[in-house]
């Protein structure tokens, strides 16, 4: 039986950027980033060792999504972000409200946000005590509406169903920083198998708060450094030193072809595969052979019936991290051996340009890709100034690069080893 | 799903923990009391304490700094440790899905909150100093799927979900397309309570009105997917067919549309293998549930694990799943059963999943 074919015919994005898809794709072939200073709020003006991170900017959000409701909305900062998100998404896409009903919700979220302040409400008064729930409840009043004892993870994915009156499904996808490439390959598949006919995927995070940074910063993970300012983010370089954050999210609107097809939609892309596996290696580190990654990505081309030789793009995950550039590098190779196509391959960090989204990046990064599969432009890695040894693929180095885009793939890896990768393509009306 | 084009999946062994103890037949037995809790005396639940992981699989510092809820579902798992490894599989083809409720609190990062009250002063010194490094990481519902891969050599697909009952159905689904699509050839299904902490009552806001207050359980459930029955089973247990869909609970988008689709999931179920309800052995469900039951037209429910061991969130459809199939009635069947459980989470979920539980196929 004939599979149907799957395509992105909407997206929408919220990164340090700003809020437009538009904006995101132009700044990063500029060759920009949206990396800028940055300290947690109330450790301002402290020693806090972590300076800079791609933070959303709330004060260019443009008129017209001034009276968004998820900006008076009881929610998390990172359900804010991915809520407008889905709606641009939902806009791009020019999807009939009728057909709201109809869309499947799938999102990514992370780690709920901790307080201090929620925190210290555990303490007793007279501080003679240990710390007890018993003194949260007692001051219940006193907890935050935006904080993790109030929202559950779920939020995100609830409030987008809400807005459209969907009937579902509504998954909420965990699984570290491959959740929203899990979301979009989950979403995949469900319209192939014919459980839904649109989707709205992706995800959307922010851990730009004392907690997470701290235990990113004490874990070795993220990136203290100072010599080079904001341009601290070096996937591949031989100087990179760890992750740098971001926060926002993206959403695409995915649908059969035959859908889109008849309700007059243009696709941006087509996906053509996922795949998924786990290292079962360390919990801080990634499998340093970068077996788990290769059996991902050749379990998408499996999934996408598509030949190593034939992808022309792998847009990395790429964070700058010692450990993961190497073994992903090693992956690349693994997969792409045969006739060293992994000489001829473009590869693109685009977290050098708006950070680590976290449980989101893989939903801008599989935006990007698609992106670039549609326009025929590879994103740069920027900062890549000194190639590490161990790092010896084409990474396109600060400058983007045109070049006929037919098939990419996108790869996602998550703390703990959980590997996501996506495979997609050049949208034509016959099949690839 | 599962459509004639598929490999069949089908249900190995499963293994629970909850207040009523560490057996699906142990659901049948003498009934827990739900207990007052201790951070609000005017609620009661099934708190558990924590199980202590063996530690022939798994590193024994996980024990002191892996949160309770964790402990509990990497307990559970690896009770399916040794039928899984009896299938002498390659690791690259056990699938590893996962609903994981997010931890409520980072309870280690109290030392670092009581330390900086003491000298307020010094508070990014005390807090630096007082949290462990690996405080985020055990939050994440990834850590406890790490842990298992390692502890149980998984190193297929992998999926992870989060959130309420709906997250239980959408791991094994998950699990078992891997199976069906040939992408695995066994796949461990593991789910976990939330810890019982204000944060489950602080959100009851979400509640629609009228809604009987949550009565929590601690628990966790597990099961482990195949290709193929055992040869020594009294019976075989088949992945047949599934629904999901999404029912807003906020009035606001509440409209006279409600039931739609309760009856369409109960359609598309129903139709994996052309049944009708008259087709079905038995159903499990919320029997006082007024909208489900007006979607069955009061065909007999039998309740869930629910008013045994309490409200068990991303676990409840795994320990539901055992319970059915731990009724004594379908043992060792003559004929094909079908039973179909049924779920609507009060955030909006609507789950189906029909399994039938068939004699044992005979060597030929």
Same mark, same amino acid.
């Given at each position: 039986?004939? &599979?149907?074919?799957?395509?992105?015919?909407?997206?929408?994005?919220?990164?340090?950027?700003?809020?437009?898809?538009?904006?995101?794709?132009?700044?990063?072939?500029?060759? &920009?980033?949206?990396?800028?200073?940055?300290?947690?709020?109330?450790?301002?003006?402290?020693?806090?060792?972590?300076?800079?991170?791609?933070?959303?900017?709330?004060?260019?959000?443009?008129?017209? *999504?001034?009276?968004?409701?998820?900006?008076?909305?009881?929610?998390?900062?990172?359900?804010?972000?991915?809520?407008?998100?889905?709606?641009?998404?939902?806009?791009?896409?020019?999807?009939?409200?009728?057909?709201?009903?109809?869309?499947?919700?799938?999102?990514?979220?992370?780690?709920?946000?901790?307080?201090?302040?929620?925190?210290?409400?555990?303490?007793?008064?007279?501080?003679?005590?240990?710390?007890?729930?018993?003194?949260?409840?007692?001051?219940?009043?006193?907890? &935050?509406?935006?904080?993790?004892?109030?929202?559950?993870?779920?939020?995100?994915?609830?409030?987008?169903?809400?807005?459209?009156?969907?009937?579902?499904?509504?998954?909420?996808?965990?699984?570290?920083?491959?959740?929203?490439?899990?979301?979009?390959?989950?979403?995949?598949?469900?319209?192939?198998?014919?459980?839904?006919?649109?989707?709205?995927?992706?995800?959307?995070?922010?851990?730009?708060? *004392?907690?997470?940074?701290?235990?990113?910063?004490?874990?070795?993970?993220?990136?203290?450094?100072?010599?080079?300012?904001?341009?601290?983010?070096?996937?591949?370089?031989?100087?990179?030193?760890?992750?740098?954050?971001?926060?926002?999210?993206?959403?695409?609107?995915?649908?059969?072809?035959?859908?889109?097809?008849?309700?007059?939609?243009?696709?941006?892309?087509?996906?053509?595969?996922?795949?998924?596996?786990?290292?079962?290696?360390?919990?801080?580190?990634?499998?340093?052979?970068?077996?788990?990654?290769?059996?991902?990505?050749?379990?998408?081309?499996?999934?996408?019936?598509?030949?190593?030789?034939?992808?022309?793009?792998?847009?990395?995950?790429?964070?700058?991290?010692?450990?993961?550039?190497?073994?992903?590098?090693?992956?690349?190779?693994?997969?792409?051996?045969?006739?060293?196509?992994?000489?001829?391959?473009?590869?693109?960090?685009?977290?050098?340009?708006?950070?680590?989204?976290?449980?989101?990046?893989?939903?801008?990064?599989?935006?990007?890709?698609?992106?670039? @599969?549609?326009?025929?432009?590879?994103?740069?890695?920027?900062? *890549?100034?000194?190639?590490?040894?161990?790092?010896?693929?084409?990474? @396109?180095?600060?400058?983007?690069?045109?070049?006929?885009?037919?098939?990419?793939?996108?790869?996602?890896?998550?703390?703990?080893?959980?590997?996501?990768?996506?495979?997609?393509?050049?949208?034509?009306?016959?099949?690839? | 799903?599962?459509?004639?084009?598929?490999?069949?999946?089908?249900?190995?062994?499963? #293994?629970?923990?909850?207040?009523?103890?560490?057996?699906?037949?142990?659901?049948?037995?003498?009934?827990?009391?739900?207990?007052? =809790?201790?951070?609000?005396?005017?609620?009661?639940?099934?708190?558990?304490?924590?199980?202590?992981?063996?530690?022939?699989?798994?590193?024994?510092? /996980?024990?002191?700094?892996?949160?309770?809820?964790?402990?509990?579902?990497?307990?559970?798992? !690896?009770?399916?440790?040794?039928?899984?490894?009896?299938?002498?599989?390659?690791?690259?083809?056990?699938?590893?899905?996962? #609903?994981?409720?997010?931890?409520?609190?980072?309870?280690?990062?109290?030392?670092?909150?009581?330390?900086?009250?003491?000298?307020?002063?010094?508070? /990014?010194?005390?807090?630096?100093?007082?949290?462990?490094?690996?405080?985020?990481?055990?939050? =994440?519902?990834?850590?406890?799927?790490?842990?298992?891969?390692?502890?149980?050599?998984?190193?297929?697909?992998?999926?992870?979900?989060?959130?309420?009952?709906?997250?239980?159905?959408?791991?094994?689904?998950?699990?078992?397309?891997?199976?069906?699509?040939?992408?695995?050839?066994?796949?461990?299904?593991?789910?976990?309570?939330?810890?019982?902490?204000?944060?489950?009552?602080?959100?009851?806001?979400?509640?629609?009105?009228?809604?009987?207050?949550?009565?929590?359980?601690?628990?966790?459930?597990?099961?482990?997917?195949?290709?193929?029955?055992?040869?020594?089973?009294?019976?075989?247990?088949?992945?047949?067919?599934?629904?999901?869909?999404?029912?807003?609970?906020?009035?606001?988008?509440?409209?006279?549309?409600?039931?739609?689709?309760?009856?369409?999931?109960?359609?598309?179920?129903?139709?994996?293998?052309?049944?009708?309800?008259?087709?079905?052995?038995?159903?499990?469900?919320?029997?006082?549930?007024?909208?489900?039951?007006? !979607?069955?037209?009061?065909?007999?429910?039998?309740?869930?694990?629910?008013?045994?061991?309490?409200?068990?969130?991303?676990?409840?459809?795994?320990?539901?799943?055992?319970?059915?199939?731990?009724?004594?009635?379908?043992?060792?069947?003559?004929?094909?059963?079908?039973? =179909?459980? /049924?779920?609507?989470?009060?955030?909006?979920?609507?789950?189906?999943?029909?399994?039938?539980?068939?004699?044992?196929?005979?060597?030929?």
């Amino acid at each position: 039986m004939r &599979r149907p074919r799957i395509v992105i015919s909407g997206l929408g994005a919220v990164t340090g950027f700003g809020f437009e898809w538009q904006t995101l794709w132009s700044e990063m072939l500029l060759g &920009r980033h949206c990396i800028r200073p940055w300290q947690p709020e109330g450790a301002a003006g402290t020693s806090f060792p972590i300076r800079y991170a791609a933070a959303v900017d709330e004060q260019s959000l443009p008129a017209y *999504l001034q009276t968004h409701p998820a900006w008076s909305s009881e929610l998390e900062k990172r359900a804010r972000y991915g809520w407008v998100a889905a709606s641009q998404a939902l806009t791009d896409s020019r999807l009939s409200s009728v057909q709201w009903r109809e869309v499947a919700v799938l999102a990514a979220s992370g780690a709920p946000h901790h307080w201090l302040s929620d925190m210290q409400l555990a303490f007793p008064d007279d501080g003679d005590e240990q710390p007890s729930w018993r003194h949260v409840m007692r001051r219940a009043d006193q907890v &935050r509406r935006d904080g993790a004892l109030r929202q559950s993870s779920d939020r995100l994915a609830r409030v987008i169903a809400n807005e459209l009156g969907s009937q579902g499904p509504v998954l909420n996808i965990s699984s570290a920083c491959a959740g929203a490439a899990q979301a979009i390959g989950n979403a995949f598949h469900m319209l192939r198998r014919g459980e839904c006919e649109l989707a709205l995927a992706g995800g959307a995070d922010s851990v730009l708060n *004392l907690d997470t940074m701290t235990a990113l910063y004490l874990l070795g993970a993220a990136s203290s450094e100072t010599r080079w300012g904001a341009d601290l983010c070096r996937p591949f370089d031989a100087a990179r030193a760890g992750l740098v954050a971001g926060e926002g999210g993206a959403f695409l609107l995915l649908e059969t072809l035959e859908h889109a097809l008849a309700r007059g939609a243009e696709p941006y892309a087509e996906i053509l595969g996922y795949g998924t596996s786990l290292d079962g290696y360390k919990l801080t580190a990634p499998e340093p052979e970068g077996r788990g990654a290769s059996q991902a990505m050749a379990a998408a081309l499996d999934d996408a019936g598509v030949h190593p030789e034939q992808v022309d793009l792998i847009n990395a995950h790429g964070t700058s991290t010692p450990l993961n550039d190497r073994s992903e590098t090693l992956a690349v190779k693994r997969v792409f051996a045969r006739n060293q196509h992994y000489r001829r391959l473009s590869v693109s960090a685009n977290k050098s340009q708006f950070g680590h989204l976290i449980a989101a990046a893989g939903a801008p990064e599989i935006l990007v890709t698609a992106l670039s @599969c549609r326009e025929d432009w590879v994103t740069p890695t920027l900062n *890549l100034n000194e190639a590490d040894p161990d790092c010896d693929l084409n990474y @396109c180095p600060n400058e983007a690069k045109q070049q006929r885009v037919d098939i990419a793939i996108s790869n996602s890896f998550g703390f703990g080893g959980l590997n996501a990768s996506l495979v997609l393509a050049k949208y034509r009306s016959e099949a690839p | 799903m599962m459509s004639g084009t598929t490999r069949p999946v089908y249900l190995l062994e499963s #293994a629970v923990l909850n207040a009523a103890g560490n057996s699906a037949e142990a659901l049948y037995g003498q009934a827990p009391t739900a207990n007052a =809790l201790e951070f609000a005396p005017d609620r009661r639940g099934f708190p558990l304490s924590v199980p202590r992981l063996p530690t022939d699989r798994f590193d024994r510092k /996980l024990q002191r700094s892996v949160e309770a809820q964790s402990l509990r579902l990497l307990h559970c798992a !690896a009770r399916l440790g040794p039928r899984l490894e009896a299938l002498g599989l390659p690791p690259e083809r056990v699938a590893l899905t996962a #609903a994981i409720p997010e931890v409520d609190a980072p309870s280690p990062s109290w030392e670092a909150v009581a330390a900086m009250r003491q000298q307020p002063d010094l508070w /990014l010194a005390q807090w630096f100093a007082n949290t462990p490094p690996l405080h985020s990481l055990i939050l =994440l519902n990834s850590s406890s799927m790490a842990y298992l891969a390692e502890a149980l050599a998984c190193r297929g697909p992998m999926a992870g979900y989060c959130g309420q009952e709906g997250a239980g159905l959408d791991a094994l689904l998950e699990a078992s397309h891997n199976i069906a699509e040939g992408r695995a050839d066994a796949a461990l299904v593991v789910s976990t309570s939330p810890n019982i902490t204000p944060a489950l009552f602080l959100r009851e806001t979400e509640l629609e009105e009228g809604t009987t207050p949550l009565v929590p359980g601690e628990g966790a459930a597990a099961c482990l997917l195949g290709v193929e029955p055992a040869k020594s089973d009294t019976r075989n247990v088949r992945i047949v067919g599934y629904s999901r869909g999404f029912l807003s609970p906020t009035p606001a988008q509440a409209d006279a549309r409600q039931a739609d689709p309760f009856a369409r999931v109960l359609n598309q179920v129903l139709s994996c293998e052309h049944l009708s309800m008259s087709d079905l052995s038995a159903v499990w469900s919320d029997p006082d549930d007024a909208l489900l039951r007006r !979607a069955i037209d009061n065909y007999p429910v039998r309740p869930g694990s629910r008013p045994v061991v309490g409200a068990l969130g991303a676990s409840s459809l795994l320990t539901d799943l055992a319970y059915a199939l731990a009724a004594p009635e379908f043992a060792a069947p003559v004929q094909t059963n079908y039973l =179909l459980l /049924l779920n609507r989470s009060y955030t909006g979920h609507l789950g189906a999943l029909l399994l039938a539980v068939e004699p044992a196929r005979r060597a030929p």
